[in-house]
């Protein structure tokens, strides 16, 4: 099939390169020239695994195409895949006016019957906006022309996203149409099927993937409320680990105990400094917005982004605990992306907890394994060091934020006789903690 994907971030890219590893015929587009020149080069900009090379080989084969010209997308694709940000507005409101623009452009460019299908992650009921916007722009030339659109969200992680896009664990289909479900169904049978030749001796092939479908805003909302409730889990088990910290109970045994009990299950229980990224902060801000806006209430939602936005702080007062004033402190931060895997720093707990350092007088130096340059909102006044042992030299204290692997392998006798003070603050419990203490470190993780 012909498929346009209008938008070439995360979730466009890789839905792009994965729809022509199929098989399909796909135009990539984006309005940023610049990022498209790159991307006809094969030059990916975010740090995806296994993406670049997938990106080169499909551009090869003449599956994969860049184009920079919306309209000429629209014309040549039968599907038309939206895939352009709705960032939060300061009320948590996302903000549509790229998801609008691109509907405009739709409209004035149908020049047959086409599927618009909405991956980005969207307010509930904006596939009736966008069906709005459409039959409102196109002219006499083109109105005959039927479409429909679909909600299909995306559930890709970063830093697996060409895992998860080629073996979903579901496949969401929201739609009216019987002709466009059916188109849909054609259109992801070798995923649906794991029919495909990259799937073949891959481990992560499935038998078969669950395809579901229903009426365009339950689908919005599947989205929402599986990323809500995942945030909900982590500022759960955060909430328990400050209350292990409190009555001398230790977050781990307590979680693995919780785990063992299959209605709970082991993921997404690690305690920690709490969840970040472009994902969980905007979608559960946006669906406490949409539950107050229609009269609802969102005190669980509502807590979740409480827990949250203090959890970080944490680190803090961990830090002040052991070192009492942070004026004139030397402290060597571990890790800035929002994650391990990935160099997005997007409402990462790093900055938050960086700037605070610096506010309290503190020096703060930063490594991280991928993010070399200054994120937005990092304070200038961080220092970026070339490796961990750089940034912990002649520092008080070692505050490890992201668990890359690497952090692992760390030379853990030689930062005891580099830093002032041998005390560690690990943000994600992910070092060994008796390890360390053997070697003479004040060890402090998060409810443990
Ligand atoms: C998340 C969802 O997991 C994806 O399913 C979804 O498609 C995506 O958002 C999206 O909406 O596009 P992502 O933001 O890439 O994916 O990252 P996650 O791996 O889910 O991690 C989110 C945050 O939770 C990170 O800050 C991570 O450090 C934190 N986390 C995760 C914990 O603190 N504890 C855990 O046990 C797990």
């Known amino acids: 099939m012909k498929v346009c994907v209008i938008g070439t971030g995360y979730v466009g890219l890789v839905t792009g390169v994965c729809l022509a590893e199929i098989g399909h015929d796909v135009i990539c587009v984006d309005k940023d020239e610049k990022k498209i020149s790159s991307l006809k080069k094969g030059q990916v900009s975010i740090f995806e695994e296994g993406l670049e090379e997938l990106v080169r080989k499909n551009i090869d084969s003449g599956k994969l195409i860049f184009n920079s010209d919306t309209a000429q997308g629209v014309k040549e694709g039968e599907i038309i895949f939206i895939c352009v940000g709705t960032p939060p507005l300061p009320s948590g409101k996302p903000n549509l006016t790229a998801i609008d623009d691109v509907a405009r452009m739709i409209g004035k460019s149908l020049n047959g019957y086409k599927i618009i299908l909405n991956k980005s992650t969207v307010p509930i009921g904006t596939a009736k906006r966008i069906k709005k916007i459409i039959k409102e722009n196109q002219d006499q030339d083109n109105v005959s022309y039927k479409f429909d659109i679909v909600s299909n969200p995306e559930f890709l992680k970063e830093g697996e996203a060409v895992k998860d896009a080629f073996f979903p664990e579901r496949i969401v289909i929201g ?219 002649g520092a008080d204290l070692m505050v490890l934020v992201t668990e890359w692997d690497e952090f692992l392998d760390l030379d853990f006798e030689r930062i005891k006789s580099l830093l002032i003070s041998p005390n560690i603050i690990d943000g994600r419990n992910f070092l060994d903690k008796e390890k360390l203490q053997d070697i003479g470190f004040k060890y402090v993780g998060i409810g443990n």
């Open 175 to 393: 739609s009216n149409s019987e002709k466009a479900i059916d188109i849909m169904k054609k259109l992801y049978g070798p995923i649906i099927n794991q029919d495909f030749d990259y799937a073949k001796n891959n481990i992560n092939k499935k038998q078969k993937v669950p395809i579901l479908i229903t009426d365009s805003t339950s689908s919005e909302l599947i989205k929402y409320a599986s990323n809500a409730f995942l945030a909900t889990k982590i500022s759960f088990v955060n909430e328990i680990a400050n209350i292990c910290e409190r009555i001398g109970a230790n977050i781990l045994d307590v979680t693995y105990g919780m785990g063992l009990d299959e209605r709970i299950g082991s993921r997404f229980m690690k305690a920690g400094i709490g969840w970040g990224g472009s994902c969980f902060p905007k979608d559960v801000r946006a669906l406490a917005y949409t539950a107050e806006e229609y009269g609802s209430q969102a005190s669980i939602l509502n807590a979740v982004i409480h827990v949250n936005n203090q959890q970080r702080f944490k680190i803090i007062q961990k830090a002040m605990d052991l070192l009492g004033i942070i004026d004139d402190k030397a402290i060597g931060v571990l890790g800035l992306s929002f994650k391990p895997n990935t160099n997005d720093t997007r409402e990462a707990p790093s900055i938050t907890i960086a700037n605070k350092f610096l506010e309290l007088g503190a020096e703060v130096r930063v490594y991280d394994p991928i993010v070399k340059d200054y994120p937005d909102n990092l304070d200038k006044g961080a220092i970026f060091a070339k490796d961990p042992y750089e940034a912990l030299k």
